[in-house]
């Protein structure tokens, strides 16, 4: 399962990360609501307890783009809402996000800077927050540095630091 951290981000914070693509124009894509950007299966992100057919994000809406740059480095800019679902309840929450966040290619994988309020989660064994024994969703507000080894296998946080707010999405859901 590909590695995400999801950031819809204010635009005008956008301008500050241009700079970092090299050679090229970056390769634009929108996001359009009702996109489903990820379904995690029970006990991935959260407790089988709380979610025991797993959760979906559906991004609801708000303008943001997605920029591929020639180097490897991605950017995501804007601000919107994802939905987080929980399958088997159907209970939901939107949850309102803005930032940034700009993924560097590695020899092993990429490092994540975000800035703003993003949606993380954080599976089994990864670094982070909480009990790393167990999956994680949070909503972290502030500035968040990761780095993701062996993204070709699915990738693992190998490190995670934060300043700022911490909300679980998994206590709000269940």
Not at 44 to 55: I, K, Q, R, T, W
Not at 60 to 72: A, C, E, K, M
Not at 88 to 113: K, N, R, W, Y
Not at 130 to 148: P, Q, W
């Amino acid at each position: 399962m590909r590695r995400i951290l999801v950031v819809v981000v204010v635009a005008a914070m956008g301008a500050v990360f241009v700079p970092l693509g090299v050679a090229g124009k970056p390769e634009q894509a929108r996001v359009e609501p009702g996109t489903v950007l990820a379904v995690y299966p029970a006990g991935l992100v959260c407790s089988e307890l709380v979610a025991p057919e797993g959760f979906q994000w559906t991004f609801v809406g708000g303008p943001t783009t997605d920029r591929l740059f020639d180097n490897g480095r991605f950017m995501e800019s804007g601000n919107g809402a994802i939905e987080v679902t929980n399958i088997a309840s159907g209970e939901s929450v939107v949850i309102p996000l803005h930032g940034s966040i700009v993924q560097i290619p590695t020899d092993t994988g990429f490092t994540a800077h975000t800035g703003g309020a993003v949606l993380v989660s954080l599976f089994p064994g990864d670094a982070g927050p909480g009990d790393v024994s167990t999956g994680r969703m949070y909503v972290i507000t502030g500035h968040i540095v990761a780095e993701v080894d062996s993204i070709g296998a699915g990738g693992a946080f190998s490190s995670f630091a934060y300043t700022g707010q911490l909300v679980d999405v998994c206590a709000m859901i269940a």
